[in-house]
């Protein structure tokens, strides 16, 4: 009986993934297993150009010669770096062959990181935090105006392939909620990108949207003119004193004495 209703709902799935591509996008998160598709199944040629295979032997530089697996996980952002903000199966199977291991293994790395995309995202991969400090200043706020701005539901990529939407958990810079993340796949390997823009409001995502469409690259961190990094808005309101040269006994360097 157990095993009719998985095979009947395994069946339903499936269904759906073949009768509209945008399902594909919204539930790859979710699903951990793969549908080929005639752009992304095993046969569809992929390897590392050559200005990478330099940066896979110089990953793999870094682990003994018979622990090469270790190198799975900056091999696989290498690889989405270079195709342009994803992973087809064909580039999973490229790093197994690297690192000499089964293609399962691979597999399963880039199904339980959420960091790793399985179906294609815009040239710019706009990452909203929805972690609960961030829901509290307004998150969801923020989500929204980017998904009205720019005409599509979360997850799915703008008609121009520019731009998509998606949640990402906690980033850790709670301090300065709500925060957004862009991972730039615009000019590939070579320039890519991941910064993070925080203290925004629904207009100022907009406002961030709109430069990078014009080839700008808005300045990131704070998006708070009161604010330096983390620091308070409006400036210290304690430790005025000699607290550096105290600090400095225990050993703390700050960036900007470097």
């Known amino acids: 009986m ?3 209703l998985a095979s009947k709902r395994l069946l339903e799935i499936r269904q759906a993934f073949r009768q509209s591509p945008q399902t594909i996008r919204s539930l790859s998160t979710a ?4 549908i080929d598709t005639p752009e992304n199944n095993p046969n569809v ?3 590392f150009n050559e ?14 010669s018979n622990y090469k697996q270790s190198a799975v996980i900056p091999l696989l952002d290498l690889a989405q770096q270079q195709h342009g903000g994803w992973l087809p199966v064909s580039a999973m199977d490229a790093v197994a062959k690297v690192v000499e291991v089964a293609p399962i293994r691979v597999y399963e790395v880039a199904t339980f990181y959420s960091m790793f995309n399985r179906a294609k995202v815009g040239k710019y991969h706009l990452l909203v935090c929805g972690t609960t400090p961030c829901m509290i200043r307004g998150s969801r706020e923020i ?6 701005h720019l005409g599509v539901k979360r997850n799915e990529v703008t008609k121009d392939g520019l731009f998509s939407v998606g949640e990402m958990e906690c980033m850790g810079c709670c301090v ?7 991972a730039d796949y615009s000019n590939g390997s070579e320039g890519y990108t991941y910064n993070y823009y925080e203290d925004v409001t629904p207009k100022r995502v907009v406002e961030i ?14 998006q708070n003119p009161e604010r330096i990094n983390c620091g308070p808005a409006g400036g210290n309101t304690t430790l005025l004193g000699d607290w550096m040269i105290a600090t400095k006994h225990l050993g703390v360097v700050y960036l900007d004495e470097m």
Do not use: F, Q
Not at 31 to 34: C, D, F, V
């Open 2 to 4: 157990l095993a009719r």
């Open 31 to 34: 699903l951990n297993y793969h």
């Open 45 to 47: 040629p992929w390897e």
């Open 51 to 64: 200005a990478n295979k330099p940066k896979v032997n110089e990953i793999l530089s870094h682990y003994p």
């Open 143 to 148: 989500e929204d105006a980017l998904l009205k």
């Open 176 to 182: 300065n909620a709500p925060m957004i993340t862009v």
């Open 209 to 222: 949207v709109e430069a990078l469409k014009r080839g700008e690259k808005p300045p990131h961190g704070t």
